[in-house]
Structures are given as C-alpha cells and as structure tokens.
C-alpha cells in the first residue's frame, strides 16, 4: 500500500506549500500534503493570528483545499517542519483528518508509516454519531 505512494511527491508539495506559511508569531512553518481518492495531491500552510488561538494549522487548509477542490477522501499524508523534518500532526489536526480520511489512511510519521487508525485509536467519528441517532433510544424524550 505505501509502496504505492509517491512519497518523494508528497513532501515537495508539503514544502512547496510550507513557502506560503503566515507564521509571525511562533516562526514555525508547517507544510502538508496529501494523496486524495481520485488521485490528486493537495496540499496547505499554516496560518496564523494575532488572537492566538485562532491560528489555523497546515491541516485545516488541507481539508479546505480537499472540499475546494473536488471533494473525496485522503489516503495518505505528510506534513513537514521548517527545516524539511516529518511533523506529527497535533491532536486537534489528527482528528480533523479522521473525518475525511479514507480508511486506512497512511501517514508518514516520526516512527514509519501509520495508519490514521493507529494514530488515532477508537476514534471518535461520524459513525459513532450514525450509530447513536440509529437506536431508537437515542431520540430525546418529550418534556
Ligand atoms: N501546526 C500546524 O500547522 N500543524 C500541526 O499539526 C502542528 C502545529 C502549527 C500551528 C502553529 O502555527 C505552529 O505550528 C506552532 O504551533
């Protein structure tokens, strides 16, 4: 499966991308690519505020990017730091990934290739969500 995968293409798309990072405040850029299920690479920086915490990781331009640009699920992903070394993806961003990911989703990380599933286990998800509203239970009594 990861043999599949240009690697090499992903990571100078990550860094490609990394060039257009808005980062005044921490001075950490972060590039991402990923590999979508129809075949595209996609890829986003990171962006930031002067309201910290509105900062919008590498990620969240990616996912935007992914719906931007056709739609579909992501396959696999790598994201870089400043100086071109593997970035694990913050706890926040690997949940933001889960929701779009496909299945099995490889991620090139600081220990080998992993799956999203492995990055993330027991994920909550979308369907944790569809198997509640499907219980008859679940429906909220009339007051
Ligand atoms: N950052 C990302 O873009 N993605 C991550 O997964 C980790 C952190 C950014 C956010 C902030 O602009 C900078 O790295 C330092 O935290």
Redesign the pocket.
Known sequence: MTNDIDWVALKAAAVAARAGAY?P??K?P?G?AALTSDGRIISGC?V?NASYGL?L???CGLVSSLHATGGGTLVAFT?VDGNDNV????GR?RQLLFEHSAPGMVLETVSGFRTIEEVLPDAFGPRVLDAYSATASSAPSAP
Do not use: I, Q, R
Not at 87 to 90: A, K, Q, T, W, Y
């Open positions: 980062v405040y921490s950490f972060v991402v990171n930031e900062t990781c590498a990620e994201c970035l694990m993806p913050c961003c």
